[in-house]
């Protein structure tokens, strides 16, 4: 089975722009976390979907949202970028979801905010 | 501050020593995960742990729990070059999951 696939790998914006994040989970998957990894504040979670639902968030401003299609695709936005924006957002697809139990990370996309 | 705090932050060993990187929390979870993480790659997962006192053994790693079920360590026995890596706990409750900041190993031939 393919992993999970995150698109793009790298991106570059300045700020006060927006971003979309894709990511493919892993055939069979139906839940998709997001989360944002930092040097400072290390790896954090953002929200978790499952069926076209949010069903958990994390602590991050409403400039972070999320979304998922019926074929378990999820895509992340982030609105009015700012310059603490910039780090590698991972994402992860559960097999026995909903739940955090048991993921599978993607390689990540590296956002840098200029 | 950390949910979770890991250390040391940074190791540095030759091939063939043993080491251990400890995880440390005041909350307690009702599970805890172990992930190696390599540069440009997503953490994968080690192991998970649920009984407090738990030891799990996978290869050259043995991963504890502790009895009251808020810290873990993780424990190398002849470290080897490909166990280079940022090793990232992460403490689970229900819907919430809480990583440390890692410790990033170095195993130099």
């Known amino acids: 089975k393919a992993g999970v696939t995150q698109t793009p790998r790298y991106l570059i914006k300045t700020r006060g722009q927006q971003v979309t994040l894709s990511c493919s989970p892993i055939?069979?998957?139906?839940?998709v976390s997001w989360y944002q990894q930092t040097p400072g504040q290390g790896l954090q979670f953002l929200f978790e979907?499952?069926?076209?639902?949010?069903?958990n968030k994390g602590n991050f401003p409403g400039r972070f949202s999320g979304r998922q299609f019926s074929n378990s695709r999820s895509e992340m936005n982030v609105s009015t970028l700012e310059l603490g924006d910039s780090a590698l957002y991972l994402c992860?697809?559960?097999?026995?979801?909903?739940?955090?139990?048991?993921?599978?990370f993607g390689p990540g996309t590296r956002l840098t905010v200029l | 501050t950390q949910l979770l705090e890991q250390s040391p932050q940074f190791l540095s060993i030759q091939e063939g020593e043993n080491l251990t990187v400890y995880c440390n929390s005041s909350?307690?979870?009702?599970?805890l995960q172990w992930y190696r993480q390599e540069p440009g790659e997503g953490p994968v997962l080690l192991v998970t742990?649920?009984?407090?006192?738990e030891v799990k053994k996978l290869k050259r790693l043995t991963f504890q729990f502790g009895d009251a079920r808020k810290d873990s360590s993780l424990h190398i026995t002849a470290a080897q070059p490909g166990d280079t890596g940022l090793y990232l706990c992460?403490?689970?409750?229900?819907?919430?999951?809480?990583f440390g900041a890692g410790t990033r190993l170095t195993v130099k031939p």
């Open positions: 992860a697809s559960n097999p026995s979801g909903p739940g955090l139990n048991e993921q599978f």
């Open positions: 055939s069979g998957h139906r839940s």
């Open positions: 909350s307690v979870f009702s599970s």
């Open positions: 742990v649920v009984t407090g006192g």
């Open positions: 992460a403490g689970l409750n229900l819907n919430d999951m809480r």
């Open positions: 979907y499952f069926s076209e639902t949010q069903r």
